[in-house]
C-alpha cells in the first residue's frame, strides 16, 4: 500500500481517539523479558573460551572477515589492535587528558573496594547484587591527582610488604597514567584480600564530544575499520542527525583498581566499542542476549530494578540458573566488540583508561533488538536514548537497504508512525486546535515528552510550565486537558513530506557481483589467528 492509501483508510479513524502505537509488527508479541534456551549446559559450557583474535597487521583490521567474526559472536576481543593500526593511545592518557583540558568536568562514582567475584552489602555480613556506586562530580586534573596518589600509596604499601602486588598490575611495559614508565608483571584476577571498608573513586563518563578540545584524540580513531569509526555511513547512530552522548560520541573512564562498571545491556540494545588505554588490564564478565531475561528475573529476585538499578551478578546464581558467562582480561590495546544485547559488567584489575562509544551495524538484527529494546522501555516508564522514530526515518532518507528482512521492519515503523501522526492530526483538528508548521533545525536533537519521557515524532504539544516550553506526548496532553485547551500544538514534518518519504524507501536490488554488502560477505580464509567459543543456545531476535 503506498502512502496515500494509507492516510485514506485512517479517515475517520482519529476523530473519537488516538491509540498508542507500537512500532512493533503485529506478528510480534507483547515487549517482555525472554525465557531462557532450554539446552542444558555443561560445566565447560558455563564457561566458554572468549571468542578473541590478534591482529598482526593493518590489512587484517580492513578485511571484511572482522567485522563478520565480531557479528557472529555476543562478545569479542580483538587483540593488538592499536599496534597493527599504529594508534597513539597516549593521547588519551591521563598525563595527555590534564594538559589539554585540566578543568574539564567529569562524574565521579564512590565505590566499595572488592574482588571482582564478591559484592558485599555495607555491612559487610552478606554477598548482595545490589551495587554500592555514589554519584559526584569533579575534574580531570582533581581526579587525575586522585589516581596518582591511589598509585603512589600501593607502591608505598607493595615496598613495606616486600613484594609486588601482582592483581594490579599487567604484563608489559607502557606508561602509567601519570606519564611514568613502569614495568608491570602478570596479573590474575581481581583485588587480593577480604572486602574492607575501603572505598575507592572511579572517573566516568568524561565527555569527548568537542572536536575544538578534542581534535587530536578525535582524529587518532579515525585510523580505526569503518565498522568500529564513531561516525561511517555504515553506522546507523550516524544517521540520527545529533548528538546522543556516549553513544555517537566518544566518552572516556579513568580508572583505579576495583572500579566498576555494574551489569547492563547498551542503551536500546546497540552495539559497543571499548578500548583499554592502559597501562593496567580490565577483567569483564558477559552473558549473551538470550539469558537477559532471566538475569532480569534475578534482579527483581533481589530487589532491584534490571534497567533503573545498580547491579552486579552473582557468579554462583548464574551458574546455578544455566547462565553461561564469559570472562576475560582486555590489555592495553585491545578493542573489546559488545555485540546487540550482551549484557556485561566490567572491573579494572589496574589503573587504566578506557574510551568507549556505541555503533549500529545495518542488520535486521540489530534493528530489531533495538526497537524491541524501545517498546519495552515503554512498559519499564524508562527513557530510551536513541529515538528510535526519527531514526528510522532518518534511514529511510538517507541510506538503501537491500536486506529483505531489515527493509521490512524499517518499513513497517514508518507505516505505523506515519498513520499515527495522521490519527493525531485528525483528532486534533476536531476539537478546533490549531497545528502550526514547525519545522526542525538542522542538528535540533529529537524531542521526548515531558512527563512520561517517550520519544515524541512530527506532532509536539507544547505548554508553557514555570516559564520554559515543554513538550508533551499526545496521551500526557490529553490527562492534563482532554479537549487540549492551553496546547500549543507543532508540526515538524508536512505530512506530504513524511508521504513522499514512505513511497521513496523500497526494497534496493543490486547488480548481480560476486561480493556483497560487508555484513553478510564470505571470502576466503584470511591470515587471522582466533579462538571461538563452544556452541551455544542461538541468540534472542537473531535473523537468518
Not at 547484587?129 to 580531570?140: A, D, F, L, Y
Not at 615496598?159 to 602509567?176: E, F, I
Amino acid at each position: 500500500m503506498d502512502a496515500r492509501g494509507v492516510i485514506e483508510a485512517c479517515k475517520g479513524q482519529g476523530l473519537k481517539g488516538v491509540p498508542n502505537c507500537s512500532i512493533l509488527s503485529d506478528r510480534s508479541p507483547p515487549p517482555a523479558p525472554p525465557d531462557p534456551p532450554i539446552q542444558r549446559l555443561t560445566r565447560e559450557q558455563l564457561l566458554p573460551p572468549t571468542p578473541s583474535v590478534y591482529l598482526d597487521n593493518k590489512k587484517d583490521a580492513f578485511g571484511p572477515n572482522l567485522q563478520e567474526f565480531c557479528l557472529k559472536h555476543p562478545i569479542a576481543v580483538i587483540r593488538g589492535l592499536a599496534a597493527a593500526l599504529k594508534l597513539d593511545l597516549g593521547l588519551f592518557s591521563t598525563k595527555t587528558l590534564v594538559e589539554a583540558n585540566p578543568d574539564h568536568g567529569i562524574e565521579v562514582r564512590t565505590q566499595m573496594q572488592q574482588t571482582s567475584e564478591e559484592n558485599w552489602d555495607p555491612t559487610l555480613n552478606k554477598k548482595v547484587w545490589n551495587c554500592i556506586s555514589h554519584r559526584s562530580h569533579t575534574t580531570i586534573a582533581k581526579y587525575a591527582q586522585y589516581q596518582a596518589s591511589s598509585f603512589q600509596e600501593s607502591l608505598k604499601e607493595e615496598k613495606v610488604q616486600g613484594g609486588v602486588h601482582a592483581s594490579n598490575l599487567s604484563d608489559s611495559d607502557s606508561k602509567d597514567s601519570t606519564g611514568q614508565t613502569v614495568r608491570r608483571k602478570k596479573n590474575t584476577f581481581g583485588l587480593a584480600g577480604r572486602p574492607g571498608t575501603k572505598m575507592l573513586r572511579f572517573g566516568t563518563n568524561v565527555d569527548l564530544s568537542d572536536e575544538r578540545k578534542w581534535k587530536p584524540q578525535l582524529h587518532e580513531l579515525m585510523k580505526l575499520p569503518a565498522f568500529a569509526r564513531v561516525v561511517s555511513a555504515g553506522n546507523m547512530l550516524s544517521h540520527v542527525g545529533h548528538v546522543i552522548l556516549g553513544m555517537n560520541t566518544v566518552q572516556l573512564y579513568m580508572k583505579v583498581p576495583g572500579s566498576r562498571t555494574p551489569g547492563h545491556q547498551e542503551n536500546n540494545n546497540f552495539c559497543s566499542i571499548n578500548i583499554n588505554i592502559g597501562p593496567g588490564d580490565c577483567e569483564w564478565f558477559a552473558v549473551p542476549d538470550a539469558y537477559w531475561g532471566v538475569i532480569c528475573s534475578l534482579c527483581e529476585r533481589n530487589g532491584i530494578s534490571y534497567l533503573h538499578g545498580s547491579w552486579w551478578p552473582n557468579l554462583d546464581d548464574l551458574y546455578e540458573e544455566n547462565i553461561p558467562v564469559y570472562r576475560f582480561h582486555q590489555r592495553p590495546g585491545d578493542l573489546v566488540w559488545v555485540n546487540a544485547g550482551c549484557v556485561h559488567w566490567v572491573q579494572a584489575v589496574g589503573w587504566c583508561n578506557n574510551i568507549a562509544w556505541n555503533v549500529g551495524p545495518l542488520t535486521a538484527r540489530q534493528y530489531q533488538l533495538a526497537i524491541e529494546r524501545y517498546e519495552w522501555n515503554k512498559l519499564q516508564a524508562f527513557k530510551s536514548i536513541v529515538p528510535m522514530v526519527h531514526l528510522s526515518w532518518n534511514l529511510a532518507r538517507n541510506i538503501k537497504v537491500s536486506d529483505p528482512r531489515l527493509f521490512e521492519l524499517i518499513k513497517n515503523c514508518l507505516l505505523r508512525t506515519m498513520r499515527q501522526c495522521c490519527l493525531i492530526l485528525e483528532f486534533v483538528k476536531s476539537k478546533d486546535v490549531e497545528v502550526r508548521f514547525h519545522g526542525r533545525g538542522k542538528n535540533e536533537a529529537s524531542h521526548y515528552c515531558g512527563q512520561c519521557e517517550i520519544e515524541v515524532f512530527n506532532i509536539l504539544f507544547i505548554r508553557e510550565q514555570e516559564k520554559r516550553h515543554v513538550v508533551h506526548c499526545m496521551d500526557c496532553a490529553r490527562k492534563q486537558s482532554p479537549s487540549l485547551e492551553g496546547f500549543v500544538c507543532l508540526e515538524e514534518y508536512r505530512m506530504r513530506d513524511l508521504m513522499d518519504v514512505y513511497d521513496g524507501f523500497t526494497l534496493y536490488m543490486p547488480p548481480l557481483v560476486t561480493a556483497t554488502s560487508t555484513a553478510t560477505t564470505t571470502t576466503s580464509s584470511s591470515s587471522l589467528s582466533s579462538t571461538v567459543p563452544t556452541t551455544l543456545p542461538a541468540q534472542t531476535g537473531q535473523s537468518s
